[in-house]
């Protein structure tokens, strides 16, 4: 479990590596919504609700990029 949280993390803070179609250079590019979705599944499945209590957790979720609160919840 470790070694996926580590790589959410990173993926999320550091963007993911691609190749372009036509030049076959190696480019780095931000997260895909497939990996916020990813990261955001795999936090629920773990019953993480900010805050988190792991350390490791703490640190995907303050990478993403989702308001604390809902803005619904912001606004009363």
Do not use: C, W, Y
């Amino acid at each position: 479990m470790d070694a996926l949280l580590d790589e959410l993390t990173a993926q999320v803070k550091e963007g993911v590596t691609a190749v372009d179609k036509d030049t076959g250079e190696v480019i780095k590019t931000s997260t895909t919504a497939a990996i916020l979705n990813v990261a955001r599944q795999f936090l629920k499945d773990n019953n993480v609700d900010v805050p988190a209590e792991d350390a490791k957790m703490k640190v995907l979720v303050s990478s993403l990029p989702f308001p604390d609160e809902p803005e619904s919840a912001s606004k009363h």
